[in-house]
């Protein structure tokens, strides 16, 4: 089976179609559960947003890392649920949040771009 490597055109056309999507949710509904999983929505976005950081952390070296994470601190110190670097902060609503997902898509794109 061959692999088709994703692109950072790819990268910001996820984000974009994600953004449009979400976007059109009121703001109310991003406390609720996301699908069947065990978290909010707002929670559940915040979790891709560290994620695209993650991975944009991997892909900055000039040798990439193929397996494992960047050795860094995932928490802040303090708060409580989720212990993760990038948080968006609740009173800034959900349009906030999606600004996160779009700087995050932005570096993940940027990173793979030669």
């Known amino acids: 089976m061959s692999r088709t490597p994703v692109t950072g055109d790819d990268?910001?056309?996820?984000?974009r179609l994600t953004i449009a999507a979400l976007g059109e949710a009121p703001a109310a509904a991003w406390d609720r559960q996301a699908g069947p999983m065990a978290c909010s929505c707002w929670d559940t976005v915040e979790h891709?947003?560290?994620?695209?950081?993650?991975?944009a952390l991997r892909l900055a070296p000039p040798t990439p890392r193929v397996r494992g994470g960047v050795p860094i601190r995932w928490e802040r110190p303090?708060?409580?649920?989720?212990?993760?670097?990038?948080?968006g902060d609740r009173s800034d609503g959900?349009?906030?949040q999606l600004e996160?997902?779009?700087?995050?898509?932005?570096?993940?794109?940027?990173?793979t771009r030669p």
């Open 94 to 96: 959900p349009a906030a």
């Open 78 to 87: 303090g708060a409580e649920g989720t212990l993760l670097p990038i948080a």
């Open 48 to 55: 891709r947003n560290n994620g695209m950081f993650s991975y």
């Open 100 to 111: 996160i997902l779009e700087a995050m898509g932005g570096l993940v794109a940027g990173m």
């Open 11 to 15: 990268v910001e056309q996820a984000v």
